[in-house]
T-cell receptor
Framework: EPEVTQTPSHQVTQMGQEVILRCVPISNHLYFYWYRQILGQKVEFLVSFYNNEISEKSEIFDDQFSVERPDGSNFTLKIRSTKLEDSAMYFCASSEKGLLVEKLFFGSGTQLSVL | RKEVEQDPGPFNVPEGATVAFNCTYS??????FFWYRQDCRKEPKLLMS???SGNEDGRFTAQLNRASQYISLLIRDSKLSDSATYLCVGYSSASKIIFGSGTRLSIRP
């Protein structure tokens, strides 16, 4: 079964450092998403990406965040200057068709710890 | 009212018991909802979809009550492996996918 893969599974960084979280969506999918989940809290939408541009973003997704699809397979989330409160599990997801939950596949996540 | 709100949990029930929990929603125009299962520190995985007619899959039954704006998940003959957090997911009025905060279920032997 095709799957969304995320690397690394764990990332530890110092406050103020830049981090890049990587995702390889399912190959024929066109819509890409980043979600985050702070420990013990709900899954929160960050950003959606389609046709090489951001289609929607939440208020969490401020100027410190950016996304990129540098080639035909990777989809990255960059946090420019990490803060303690950025510590969370970050999930990448992709779908063949947008906004259809049944078609939304999640990666296994990257646990980001900011010290 | 929150767009998607769940029973707080945790639910702690013996193996073999039947357990049910609800999720209320505020977007009265929303037509479809979903239950996800999330194991500790893992990604959410789609358990089942809930449309107007409800849905049943083995021991799991999901129903939608439009009048009271809630959906429910019923688990019969619960197994130890059912222990997880169950997330209610719907669409907001702006058509965004919204996750509930989850209900923790723990099945004891």
């Amino acid at each position: 079964e095709p799957e969304v893969t995320q690397t690394p599974s764990h990332q530890v960084t110092q406050m103020g450092q830049e981090v890049i979280l990587r995702c390889v969506p399912i190959s024929n999918h066109l819509y890409f998403y980043w979600y985050r989940q702070i420990l013990g809290q709900k899954v929160e939408f960050l950003v959606s990406f389609y046709n090489n541009e951001i289609s929607e973003k939440s208020e969490i997704f401020d100027d410190q965040f950016s996304v990129e699809r540098p080639d035909g397979s990777n989809f990255t989330l960059k946090i420019r200057s990490t803060k303690l409160e950025d510590s969370a599990m970050y999930f990448c997801a992709s779908s063949e068709k947008g906004l259809l939950v049944e078609k939304l596949f999640f990666g296994s996540g990257t646990q980001l710890s900011v010290l | 009212r929150k767009e998607v709100e769940q029973d707080p949990g945790p639910f702690n029930v013996p193996e073999g018991a039947t357990v049910a929990f609800n999720c209320t929603y505020s977007n009265s125009a929303s037509q479809s909802f979903f239950w996800y299962r999330q194991d500790c520190r893992k990604e959410p995985k789609l358990l089942m979809s809930v449309y107007s007619s409800g849905n049943e899959d083995g021991r799991f039954t999901a129903q939608l009550n439009r009048a009271s704006q809630y959906i429910s998940l019923l688990i019969r003959d619960s197994k130890l492996s059912d222990s997880a957090t169950y997330l209610c997911v719907g669409y907001s009025s702006a058509s965004k996918i919204i996750f509930g905060s989850g209900t923790r279920l723990s099945i004891r032997p």
